[in-house]
């Protein structure tokens, strides 16, 4: 009893004290707002954010970092997810912010809205956010540009992440999935075994990696993500990670 106990407490001190779980009806009704655009309702239907979170356990209160969150779709998502107990960290790198509109737009979406929202805008390897702090991590459809580019990179990308969970938190890695042999580079896909493979070289966890929350069967994987065909309904793949205790 003393050992079970111990472990509950252990739980409790690794998830937060105030954690619970999200209220997918409150999710869906902030998601409906009328202070959020439409552009972002669109991805909605395709994202599935409320289906995708709940199945990751993400839980009001959590700390969270959403990595490489480009214009912060997926941020506004978390901060009314983790509610105004939680805090979201927000990362972009200076040169992605740097790029098109994405500092005018990220500084629209925060300023004056997203009160639990801490903009992290540093490279990975510099986060500055305490080892084993954060709760939950996410990074949605970044993970192929990386790893195509440079696998050293997505091995670095994952020992930065893994450096700021808790023991027992969670990473979630969403993407395009791609074909083995294919040229994924150019499809901005990647093979979800070579995402598995990466993440256990970098010491993480595989929790599970065969979600079909955002699978699309009749995406063959041949074409991009931007093609008409398509209209940005991929098959993607979510894969569940979290660092041993």
């Known amino acids: ?21 999200i209220d997918a009806d409150k999710l869906n009704a902030a998601l409906a707002s009328p202070d959020r655009s439409d ?5 909605d239907a395709g994202r599935k954010p409320v289906q995708v979170l709940d199945y990751l356990g993400l ?18 998502v978390l901060s009314y997810a983790v509610g105004p107990e ?3 960290y927000m990362q972009n790198s200076p040169a992605s912010l740097a790029r098109g509109t994405t500092e005018a737009t990220v500084t629209a979406r925060v300023e004056g809205r997203l009160n639990n929202v801490e903009r992290v805008n540093k490279d990975l390897n510099e986060l500055g956010i305490a080892p084993n702090s954060v709760d939950f991590a996410i990074t949605n459809l970044n993970f192929h540009d990386v790893y195509n580019a440079n696998p050293e990179a997505a091995q670095a990308m994952l020992q930065a992440v893994k450096a700021v969970i808790k023991p027992g938190g969670t990473f979630a890695i969403i993407d395009h999935a791609g074909t083995m042999g294919a040229d994924n580079a150019s499809l ?4 979800k ?6 993440a256990r070289q970098a010491g993480l966890t595989v929790v599970d990696a065969d979600s079909q929350v955002l699978r699309v069967p009749s995406d063959d994987h041949t074409l991009a993500p931007f093609a008409a065909d398509l209209d940005r309904n991929t098959d993607r793949f979510i894969l569940k990670l979290t660092k041993s205790m």
């Open 1 to 21: 009893m003393k050992s079970l106990l111990s472990l509950v407490a252990a739980t409790a001190m690794f998830v937060g004290v105030n954690a619970m779980a």
């Open 39 to 43: 552009a972002d309702k669109a991805l």
């Open 59 to 76: 839980e009001e209160g959590m700390t969270v970092l959403d990595v490489m969150s480009g214009g912060g779709w997926y941020t506004e």
């Open 193 to 198: 075994e070579l995402v598995v493979e990466a």
């Open 86 to 88: 939680g805090t979201v």
């Open 188 to 191: 901005h896909r990647v093979p």
